[in-house]
């Protein structure tokens, strides 16, 4: 065993949670904590592991940028061609996890995708910057490419092709909404007895109850 690794650690002892301080809602405590994220000026607080499986259950994960929080769950945009575009077509149950270091935070959701809609998915392809956009017409993302110069002379044409024109969204690229049924608040305590309260979608609402580090 690598000591120097094992012996990487750390005492969480910044805050508690107490289930009487959570909301009945869980969306309103993510956007409560999410909100004390951006305070706390945590480097990217929208990135988050998306995690999706193939239908034989093989996991796959990768980090990507939460978008937008509805009244029903999550967004995120991407390629609905690249491999996890292949396999929520086929398995939609997805979980995102959010790591917030200075808060010595994690929330993990778990839920099911749908695709947004397509006015959806032009709103925020329109609101990109322009080099953004022609990204996402250049590149097949997952696929095999023979080197990095067949995507940037891929940029070049298609910067030409789009001069003094409004680049419209590839119907391969948009969004999808992860509605969740199991939302966990993570806090970090000392000596590991952390506390974890865990919400899952009930009939017609929520229930709540705190389970064991
Ligand atoms: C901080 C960060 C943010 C990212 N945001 C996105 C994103 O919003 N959408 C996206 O498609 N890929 C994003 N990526 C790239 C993905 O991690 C991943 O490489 C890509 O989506 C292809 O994944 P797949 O082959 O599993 O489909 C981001 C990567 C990082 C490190």
Do not use: C
């Amino acid at each position: 065993m690598d000591k120097e690794i094992a012996n990487l650690r750390n005492e969480y002892s910044k805050a508690a949670l107490d289930i009487h301080e959570t909301t009945d809602n869980p969306v309103e405590q993510f956007r409560n904590w999410f909100d004390e994220a951006r305070k706390a000026l945590i480097p990217e607080p929208s990135a988050m592991t998306v995690s999706t499986a193939s239908p034989e259950g093989r996991p796959s994960a990768r980090v990507l940028l939460l978008k937008d929080i509805t009244e029903q769950g999550f967004v995120f945009f991407t390629n609905y061609n690249s491999r996890k575009g292949k396999e929520i077509e086929n398995n939609p149950f997805a979980s995102l996890t959010f790591f917030w270091p200075e808060l010595e935070r994690q929330v993990r959701i778990e839920g099911k995708l749908e695709k947004v809609a397509p006015e959806v998915s032009d709103n925020y392809f329109n609101s990109r910057p322009r080099g953004s956009r022609i990204g996402a017409w250049a590149s097949p993302q997952s696929e095999e490419i023979p080197d990095r110069d067949t995507l940037e002379i891929r940029e070049k044409e298609l910067k030409e092709k789009f001069e003094g024109q409004e680049i419209p969204r590839p119907e391969h690229w948009g969004g999808y909404e992860l509605i969740p049924d199991r939302l966990e608040f993570w806090q970090g305590r000392e000596s590991r007895l952390h506390d974890r309260i865990v919400y899952r979608k009930t009939g017609s609402g929520w229930s709540r109850k705190r389970i064991a580090p």
